[in-house]
C-alpha cells in the first residue's frame, strides 16, 4: 500500500523556520535597501507650482459678460497654446525660459468660483492657471505671465476687456519633494527585501519532505505508532 503525505502548510513550523532564520531575512533586506540606496543616489529636483487666475466680467451690459464667459470657456486652451506660451516668456524676459518650456509646464482650469463681490460671483466665471518649476520664484512668474498673456490674447478675440486678471501668483506649494521620495524607494526596498527573504523561508519550508513531527511520520496519523524515542540530555 503507498502512503504519500499531502502538502500541508504548518503555520507555527514556518513562524519557527522564520524565528531562526532570522540573520537571512536581515542580510536580504540590507542588499535591498543597498540596491535602492544606490538608485536614488543622484536626487531629483523638487517641484513647486504656483498659480494665478483670470475672470470675466463686463460693467457695460450682461449680455457683453456672458460673451465673454462663452468666449473663455471656449478658448481655454489657448492658455497652453504655444502662441501665448511664448508672449508669456518675452513677459517674463528670462533667458532660460522659452515658449516650449511653458507650454509644458502650465495647466489650466475653469469654472465658477467664489471671488470678491456677489456681483462678480453671479456674473463671471474664473480660470486658474497653474505653473510648475524647479523654481518656486519661476513658477510663480510664470503663473502671472501666462494669465497677462491670455488676457492679451482674449482682448484680441472678443474685441473687448471683459476678461481680466484677478489674482496674482501671492505663494508656492511644493508639489514634488524629491527628498522624500528618495527614502520612500530605499524604504520600500529594505522592506521588500525582508519579505521577499520571508517568502522564501515559507515556501522551502512548506515545500520540505523531511518528516518532524509524529504526525508526519505516520502519514497524517494513517499508520499506527509502535513506539517513541524519547530525547534525552546527556
Known sequence: MNYENELEIDLGRCFRALMKKWWFMAVMAVLFGIAGLALTLEKEDDIYSATSSVYVMSAESYSQTQVGITAMNAYA?????????????LLMGAENVTGEKIMKATTVSTGEESVASAYIQKNST?????????????????AQAVAEAFVMEMENIT???????????????????????????RIVAFLFGAVFAAAIIVFTESFDSKARTIRECTMKDELPVIGVIPVTKE
Open 77 to 89: 486652451d489657448i492658455a497652453t497654446s504655444m502662441k501665448v506660451c511664448e508672449r508669456a516668456a
Open 126 to 142: 474664473v480660470m486658474t492657471v497653474t505653473c510648475q518649476s524647479n523654481n518656486p520664484v519661476e513658477a510663480m512668474e510664470m
Open 159 to 185: 474685441g473687448t476687456d471683459a476678461v481680466r486678471m484677478l489674482d496674482k501668483p501671492h505663494a508656492y506649494k511644493m508639489t514634488f519633494d524629491a527628498t522624500q521620495q528618495q527614502w520612500m524607494i
